[in-house]
C-alpha cells in the first residue's frame, strides 16, 4: 500500500512547531516532504508557501503549512490555482475544514499553537474524509471560479 504524500513548509514562525509534526508524522508512517529543513530568521513566507503550494496543487499530495499564526501561510496558499487551504485553530475546524471544504492545506500557527493540540488538530484533518454530496456542488463552484 502507497503511503500518503504530505508536503510540510514553514517559514521562522513556524519551524519549531513543524518539526513537531514531523515527527509525529513520521510515527504514523506518511511520506513526508519537508521543504524547509533549515531554520531560516531572515525567511519570507510567501516563498516557501509559494513553492510549497504548487507541489500540492498539482496533484498527489496533501500540505501542511506552518507560520507564526497559520493565517499568512493560509492567504498565500489559497492564491494557488488548486489550493483549498484552510487556516485552523481547533479539531472541528479541522474536521470540517475537510469534510465540507476537501481542504487540501492545512495551515498552522507556531506561536498560537502547542505540540498537543497541533497533533490532535493534524490527527483530526488527515483522518477526515470530504462529505461530497452538496459540499461537492460547492467545491466545484470554487473551481469553476478560479479557471475562469
Known amino acids: ?10 517559514d521562522h514562525g513556524g519551524f519549531e512547531l513543524k518539526e513537531k509534526i514531523k515527527k509525529y508524522l513520521a510515527s ?16 519570507d ?21 506552518f507560520c507564526g499564526t497559520g493565517i499568512g501561510m493560509c492567504i498565500c496558499a489559497n492564491k494557488v490555482k488548486g489550493i483549498r487551504a484552510a487556516h485552523v485553530n481547533d479539531e472541528l475546524e479541522a474536521r470540517l475544514s475537510k469534510q465540507h471544504n476537501d481542504a487540501n492545506v492545512l495551515c498552522l500557527g507556531g506561536r498560537v ?18 462529505l461530497e454530496g452538496r459540499h461537492q456542488r460547492r467545491v466545484d463552484k470554487i473551481k469553476q471560479f478560479e479557471n475562469s
Open 1 to 10: 500500500m502507497k503511503k500518503e504524500r504530505i508536503i510540510l513548509a514553514a
Open 28 to 43: 504514523i508512517e506518511f511520506d513526508v516532504e519537508d521543504l524547509s529543513e533549515k531554520f531560516d530568521e531572515a525567511d
Open 45 to 65: 513566507y510567501p516563498d516557501i508557501c509559494f513553492k510549497a503550494a504548487k507541489k500540492v496543487g498539482k496533484g498527489g499530495a496533501r500540505g501542511i503549512f
Open 113 to 130: 499553537l502547542d505540540e498537543k493540540k497541533a497533533t490532535v488538530i493534524v490527527r483530526a484533518w488527515l483522518s477526515s474524509s470530504f
